[in-house]
């Protein structure tokens, strides 16, 4: 197979996924619809084996079961993956986008602080570095908060505290948030200028665990997590 067909091959099948996750995702295939492939298949232009392959991604994400001679089942949400990159996505790109921050900024007002402690107790000199240097940079392009470079120091800062918590299971949490800021750019659900209550506590936070104060860390990185719960609500009213 060619590098072009390959590359082909690939674009057809994440278009694929994509187009069955957020179906499912919507509700437009409902927890415990049956999916017929060979439609699906017809419907799209895909060929069967590329659905075949669609499905059994789906299945690795829980999201559907292949159930022998009664077809692919679409499972409910208790049973998806909701930490898989693709999930994240579709939820956060779905129609009920700020119903799935909300609850991502709940798990985040009981990890963040957590990991803020621990970072101003256990952070090595090179991760405190890496956390001053992503608020300098959130502080350079203030005036630019909906986009790229303020966001990517955003996610810098907020990776820089999960891993210099020391505790893996917290680190491996950094996607995660990632994946709601990136949401809140792509959404509109950023300001443009950054407030400056968020910016001084993202500061504070920087301050404190390079200053080994652990309480203080998880105090202004609670705050810091309710401020953006309650922007996002503020800013969605407002469109309304």
Known sequence: MSEGTREAASAQHRRLLDTIGMRI????????ARVLTADVAAELGASRSAMREVVRVLE??????????????????????????EVLRWRLDGS???RTLHELSQLRSAIE????????????AEQRATLVKAVLGMVEHSDR???????????????????????????ALADVVAALLHARTAHALMPHRADETALRLHQDVAAAITARDPEAAATAMAAIVAEADHAVEAMATSED
């Not at 919507?26 to 415990?32: D, H, K, Y």
């Not at 690795?60 to 990159?85: F, H, I, K, N, Q």
């Open 145 to 171: 908060a909906d986009e790229p470079a303020y966001l990517q120091h955003d996610v810098d800062f907020h990776a820089a505290v999960l891993r210099g918590s020391c505790n893996p299971y917290l680190a």
């Open 25 to 32: 995702v919507e509700g437009e295939l409902a927890p415990g």
């Open 96 to 98: 009920d986008r700020l």
């Open 60 to 85: 690795t994400m829980g999201m559907v079961e292949v159930r022998r001679r009664a077809g692919v089942e679409v499972l409910p949400v208790d049973r998806w993956s909701a930490y898989a990159p």
């Open 113 to 124: 602080p957590l990991a803020a402690r621990l970072a101003a107790a256990q952070a090595g």
